[in-house]
């Protein structure tokens, strides 16, 4: 499985070209990509901007020599590459495993082009088996929470290894939904997105038009 993440990850970085700002992804995927840009700039002196989407892919990408921008300091990103959670058949996906979803939506927003890289294991017809994050603000956070379970949506608390609420880079709790079948992800989203006290959440609809996949047989890239 690691060596599918690597593959996807360096097969990515192929799309950056010199010049480029280039927004970095979260998880266990985006950080070969990450890795490869860390490598080209060392080995071949390519010249980018990075704009990342965790503190944690912040502190790799530093470590790796990547200059860095906020993105309130570029006027808009080139190309971002992410890893996601699950992808459907029409490139709707989930995100947020990793707890970045709020900054990862935002960098997306603002860029140019984006690429989702993903093992084969994340494809599926449906969105569903992997849970929904949704980020709430802490003040209100136990009524959103009790709104969901009414709603049978099976709402749990991201926690932390100490059993705590988890918090995210911007302060915020997740909450994560596990609902079986999303059929609708737009009529989800729509329904999250007036919910008072939520932030962001990790339904990513027509968003990316290329993903790149990695199976036993190599790379192949899926577009819209
Ligand atoms: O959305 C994310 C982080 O918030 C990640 O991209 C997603 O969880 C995939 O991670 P991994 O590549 O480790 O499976």
């Known amino acids: ?49 990075g704009v990342t989407t965790s503190s944690v892919t912040s502190e790799q990408a530093s470590k790796l020599g990547i200059p860095l921008k906020s993105i309130d300091e570029v006027d808009f990103v080139d190309l971002t590459v992410d890893g996601a959670d699950e992808i459907d058949s029409k490139l709707n996906g989930i995100k947020g495993g990793g707890a ?3 900054m990862e939506k935002i960098v997306a927003t603002y860029s140019h082009d984006y690429i989702w890289i993903v093992d084969e294991s994340k494809l599926s017809e449906n969105l569903g088996s992997f849970k929904v994050p949704v980020e709430v603000i802490p003040y209100g956070a ?9 709603a049978g949506y099976a709402p749990t608390w991201r926690e932390d290894d100490k059993g ?3 918090i995210t880079d911007m302060h915020h709790y997740l909450i994560d939904l596990h609902i079986s079948e999303i059929k609708h992800p737009e009529q989800l989203a729509q329904e999250l997105d007036l919910t008072v006290g939520v932030v962001e959440h990790g339904l990513f609809n027509n968003m990316v038009k290329k993903v790149i996949v990695a199976d036993h047989d190599g790379v192949k890239i899926i577009e819209k």
Not at 142 to 150: G, L, W
């Open 1 to 49: 499985m690691e060596n599918l993440k690597k593959q996807v990850g360096i097969k990515a970085a192929e799309f950056v070209k010199d010049g480029m700002i280039v927004g970095l992804g979260t998880g266990s995927t985006a950080a070969f990509f990450v890795e490869e840009l860390g490598r080209r700039i060392h080995d071949e002196g390519l010249n980018i901007i």
């Open 100 to 102: 970045a979803l709020l």
């Open 142 to 150: 136990e009524q959103i929470f009790r709104k969901f379970t009414t």
């Open 164 to 166: 705590n609420k988890l």
